[in-house]
């Protein structure tokens, strides 16, 4: 079990990570879901021992490990960036970790063909990695992880410079290939839906701390503030700030939306609700949802899908919308909420409800 | 498909080709013209043929100074791109460090090659220079204008001093180009200090050490100014490089012939090892 007991990070005046505490359990996937520049790579370089914290201590299966050098701790690493021995072959790149640490020849060929069929890469062992794509170039640096044996596994976006088709194939095998090590993974990704195909465990980061966490569903599910929701919702998610008032969700004194059972106990006052783009559309078949006069913005085509850009009341909201529609920009349309899957959440952020569970 | 030509494009590479044909091609020429006549002044000139470049290739004072040339190139390659690399590594990456290191190394490429000549020919006098009095009065006689050894020594010393700065900053641009990250994973896999210059920095510095290489021979093999303003070529003709013979019998003896063809096979010299150079080194780079 890898535990950060408050650690903390401050470079100069600036703090990279502020005091955190996390236990990560053998065998398990956690993902640090968050932004660009939220901390997750300063919390993954001091989880390896890049870093030294500024503050609090890191434990290994119940050992203060803080002062013990990054090689000697068993962990391994891949990045954003295909990092590789340019000069040597990709037989000699997948055996390095083995060679430093003085595996005998035999060993050291059986886990490297072991890594590399694994990986598909047994056509290219004797290639440069100059000489391979894109998807070729990381899956070797992710065979130099897998043949250490590591512990701790850190994936610090690693598919993010792939294109679309080697992200999605790569991403489902990810867990599969690791899944037998018995090691500790952390992923770090920008995208929410890379972590919740991922599944196991997401923690939510928003600059320099953690905002939640817990299993992957429940934290997309019931997001503890509006932070953490936010952080988990791409397209972004819609919020509009309301008053709750005789059953109904008000704005200016106009009742906009009925207040739903899962809501019935909140408090009557000023509070901010909250849902993800795919439940609002522009069909009413959805049980309890209700409609709304917005005006259209622009709207993109994104495949089979369409991001409908509108505004309603001074707010600017998103519609993810299954199908290709054709729609004018600054005309008066009819949405639909689902106000099944409404959040709420008090003026400090605090989530004050949540949809009850159901599809996502 | 068929290719639209628009015979106006040639109208704007015609500044540059212009260009060209006054700074290279018509100079080379001239010197073409040269090198197959003979004249003796008033414009008349009469044909020689290969005449000239026989006289030069038969000739040991041109085979002595080529071999004298390579000698030197060979010298300070070996001495410069080792220690630039070295330089470089060992430079600052963050910080005021920077900066400063970067003027420091930058101020000998900025002094013209004359005044480093007279710089270092001052130095080293026996009488009245701080090296070479210094080095008599602790017992190393020197006098670079009598012992040959001292010559050499004078003239690599200067051009170490003149010219290492470029390699050191070609190989530092190299070496900042390396994302953090293959340092990072170099460091988890417990990479020692020379497994990192060996496989990752060495590797990535590949290409801007080919050019500091081949502009350090190009350079070196043609070096006139430095000897020229310390040594003259001397003592004898220990220190007469293909450039000085050249200027002698051009400008001294005005044998226009012999130094004309000269020049060519200088210039075919330098390009045929350039290309050499080149072919060997980005050979791997092929799959």
Redesign the interface.
């Known amino acids: 079990m890898l535990e950060l007991r408050h650690v903390e990070k401050i470079v100069g005046r600036d703090t990279h990570v502020h005091a955190t505490s996390l236990a990560l359990e053998r065998g398990s996937l956690n993902v640090l879901l968050g932004p660009t520049l939220s901390g997750k790579t300063s919390l993954m ?1 001091l989880m ?1 021992g ?1 870093d030294t914290p500024t503050a609090g201590s890191v434990w290994f299966d119940g050992k203060d490990v803080t002062g013990v050098r ?3 701790r068993g ?3 891949v ?3 295909f ?1 590789n ?4 072959t990709v037989y000699e790149n997948i055996a ?2 083995m060679r ?2 003085g595996a005998d020849k035999a060993t050291i060929d059986r886990e490297v063909r072991k890594a590399a069929e694994l990986l598909k890469l047994t056509p290219y062992l004797d ?2 990695p100059l ?1 391979l794509s894109g998807g070729q170039q990381q899956r070797t640096a992710l065979a ?1 992880a897998i043949v ?1 044996n590591a512990s701790l596994v850190l994936l610090d976006e690693p598919l993010a410079n792939l294109d679309y088709k080697l992200r999605e194939e790569l991403r489902l095998e990810l867990p599969k290939i690791f899944a037998a090590s018995g090691a500790i993974f952390v992923y770090a990704t920008t995208e929410p839906s890379e972590a919740l195909l991922l599944g196991g465990n997401t923690a939510t980061m928003s600059e320099g701390r953690i905002t939640q966490f817990g299993r992957t569903i429940d934290v997309y599910r019931r997001p503890n503030d509006l932070l953490t929701a936010r952080t988990f919702a791409d397209p972004p998610l819609n919020a509009m700030d309301v008053v709750k008032r005789n059953g109904q969700f008000t704005a200016g004194d106009r009742p906009l939306l009925a207040v739903p059972p899962h809501l019935s106990q909140l408090a009557d006052g000023p509070c901010t609700i909250a849902f993800h783009p795919h439940h609002l559309s522009l069909s009413s078949q959805a049980p309890g949802s209700a409609p709304l006069q917005a005006r259209t913005a622009i709207s993109e085509i994104a495949g089979s899908e369409s991001f409908v850009h509108i505004e309603f009341e001074g707010s600017r909201w998103v519609m993810l919308s299954p199908g290709i529609h054709d729609i004018e920009p600054d005309a008066l349309i009819t949405v639909h909420v689902d106000t099944r899957h409404l959040m709420a959440f008090g003026m400090d952020g605090r989530a004050l409800g949540a949809p009850v569970a159901m599809a996502a | 498909m068929d290719k639209t030509w628009n015979n106006k494009a040639w109208f704007m590479v015609l500044p540059v080709l212009l260009l060209v044909a006054f700074s290279a091609v018509i100079p080379l020429m001239t010197v073409v013209n040269y090198s197959v006549q003979d004249t003796f002044g008033n414009n008349q000139f009469f044909w020689a043929g290969t005449d000239w470049f026989t006289q030069v290739l038969d000739s040991a004072r041109f085979w002595d100074s080529l071999v004298r040339n390579l000698a030197f190139s060979a010298v300070i390659l070996a001495i410069q791109i080792p220690l630039g690399i070295f330089i470089a590594l060992n430079m600052p990456r963050h910080g005021l460090g920077v900066p400063v290191c970067l003027i420091f190394m930058a101020l000998p490429l900025l002094i013209p090659w004359n005044v480093v000549g007279t710089i270092w020919q001052l130095l080293c006098r026996a009488d009245i220079g701080l090296v070479g009095w210094g080095l008599t009065q602790l017992g190393f006689p020197f006098a670079y204008a009598a012992d040959p050894v001292d010559a050499w020594v004078t003239i690599v010393v200067m051009d170490v001093w003149h010219w290492t700065s470029l390699v050191v900053l070609l190989c530092y641009a190299g070496l900042v180009s390396i994302p953090e990250a293959y340092y990072q994973a170099a460091k988890i896999d417990g990479a020692s200090r020379l497994a990192v210059f060996r496989y990752i920095q060495l590797p990535k510095m590949k290409r801007v050490l080919l050019i500091a290489i081949l502009l350090r021979f190009m350079d070196s093999f043609m070096i006139y100014t430095e000897p020229f303003v310390v040594t003259g070529g001397g003592p004898g003709s220990s220190t007469t490089f293909l450039s000085i013979d050249l200027v002698k019998m051009a400008v001294g003896q005005f044998d226009l012939g012999p130094a004309a063809a000269m020049s060519i096979v200088y210039f075919l010299i330098v390009l045929l090892l350039s290309w050499i150079f080149y072919t060997v080194m980005t050979q791997g780079d092929q799959a």
């Open positions: 370089r390896a890049l990054v090689q000697d962990v391994a690493m990045y954003q960036q990092i021995y340019p000069a040597l390095s970790p430093i640490k290639r440069t000489n130099r250490k």
